[in-house]
T-cell receptor, first 114, second 114 residues
Framework: GAGVSQSPSNKVTEKGKDVELRCDPI?????LYWYRQSLGQGLEFLIY????????KSGLPSDRFSAERTGGSVSTLTIQRTQQEDSAVYLC????????????FGNGTRLTVT | AQSVTQLGSHVSVSEGALVLLRCNYS??????LFWYVQYPNQGLQLLLK??????LVKGINGFEAEFKKSETSFHLTKPSAHMSDAAEYFC????????????FGKGTRLSVIA
C-alpha cells in the first residue's frame, strides 16, 4: 500500500514568508509525528497527534510554528514569517498506535529560506 | 523526560570489520528503544526495536542490539561490515507509559572503507 506522502518535496521561500507543508499518513494510522532534521542535529521532535487527543506541541520551537490534523488524517505544518534558521528537512511519520509501534516516515520536505 | 546520547557523530570501519554504534538513554520509566537507519537519499526505516522482551534484539541486515539496563545502553553491532551498510543510524527512546513522544539521538554516520 501507499506509504507516508509529503508535499512539496522541496520548497524555497524568502525570509519572512509563510509556508505550509503537507503530510498524508498511511490510511488507518492514528498517530502522526512531525520532526525536523538539520545537519548535525539529528531528528528534532516538533509535534505529535494521537487520534482525537490534544496534540503534544512540546517540541515546537516558537509560536511561528503550528500544525493541525484534519479528520484524523492529513496534517499541515505551518511556519509563519520564516527565518533562515528554519531551513531544514521536515519529516512526517505515522504509526498504527502510540506505544512501541515503529514509525513509518515520509521522504520529507526540504525547506530552504533565502 | 527521556533523552538519547549517541557517542560519535561519525564512525568509519573497514569492510569486514566489526561495527559498533553506541547509544545511551535516559528514562524515568522502562523504555522502548529503537534503531532507525537512513540510507543516502532515502527515508528513515526501522532497523530493530526493544520492547522489554529479550534483551538481545536482532534486526534487519545482520544488525543486533543489546539492552543493558545497568549501563542504560542500547548499542548497535554487526560482526562484519558491508559497503552497503554506509548510512546514518539513529537511536530513539520512548517511555512505555505511552505518554511521551519518540525522541531521537543526533545520529551516527557510518562509513565503510573498502
Amino acid at each position: 500500500g501507499a506509504g507516508v506522502s509529503q508535499s512539496p518535496s522541496n520548497k524555497v521561500t524568502e525570509k519572512g514568508k509563510d509556508v505550509e507543508l503537507r503530510c498524508d499518513p498511511i490510511s488507518g494510522h492514528t498517530a502522526l509525528y512531525w520532526y525536523r532534521q538539520s545537519l548535525g542535529q539529528g531528528l528534532e521532535f516538533l509535534i505529535y497527534f494521537q487520534g482525537n487527543s490534544a496534540p503534544d506541541k512540546s517540541g515546537l520551537p516558537s509560536d511561528r510554528f503550528s500544525a493541525e490534523r484534519t479528520g484524523g488524517s492529513v496534517s499541515t505544518l505551518t511556519i509563519q514569517r520564516t527565518q533562515q534558521e528554519d531551513s531544514a528537512v521536515y519529516l512526517c511519520a505515522s504509526s498504527p498506535t502510540r506505544i512501541n509501534s515503529p514509525l513509518h516516515f515520509g521522504n520529507g520536505t526540504r525547506l530552504t529560506v533565502t | 523526560a527521556q533523552s538519547v546520547t549517541q557517542l560519535g557523530s561519525h564512525v568509519s570501519v573497514s569492510e569486514g570489520a566489526l561495527v559498533l554504534l553506541r547509544c545511551n538513554y535516559s528514562s524515568s520509566v522502562p523504555p522502548y528503544l529503537f534503531w532507525y537507519v537512513q540510507y543516502p537519499n532515502q527515508g528513515l526505516q526501522l532497523l530493530l526495536k526493544y520492547t522489554s522482551a529479550a534483551t538481545l534484539v536482532k534486526g534487519i541486515n545482520g544488525f543486533e542490539a543489546e539492552f543493558k539496563k545497568s549501563e542504560t545502553s542500547f548499542h548497535l553491532t554487526k560482526p562484519s561490515a558491508h559497503m552497503s551498510d554506509a548510512a546514518e543510524y539513529f537511536c530513539a527512546v520512548s517511555e512505555n507509559s505511552g505518554n511521551t513522544p519518540l525522541v531521537f539521538g543526533k545520529g551516527t554516520r557510518l562509513s565503510v572503507i573498502a
